[in-house]
């Protein structure tokens, strides 16, 4: 299946997102280079609790699209069932 206009402005925001990450990481392991050893270990909890957040938000989002496939799946196969064959031909060329 082709691409749409929307799906590429999507995967081109994507891989700007991907390099503002990039940027940000540089950022703050070098903000993490130029402090003390006590302030080193408050930065470096802060950052551990949002990674913890991030990968936390990240697995809901994974599951979250997990049940969209499903969701979606269960529909297509109902549609594939009702639908007349002169229909079913149109929405699902094979």
Known sequence: MPLT???RTLLKRI???KVYLIVMAVA???YLLC???S???AATSIVGIALCGVFWLTQRLLSFITVLDFELTRIL???KRT???EQQRE???E
Request: net charge negative; proline share 21%; hydrophobic share 50%.
């Open 5 to 7: 206009p929307k799906d």
């Open 15 to 17: 891989d700007h997102l």
């Open 28 to 30: 703050v392991f070098l």
């Open 35 to 37: 402090l003390p050893a």
């Open 39 to 41: 302030e080193l270990q």
């Open 77 to 79: 196969n109902v549609l």
């Open 83 to 85: 639908l007349p064959p």
């Open 91 to 93: 929405f699902f060329p």
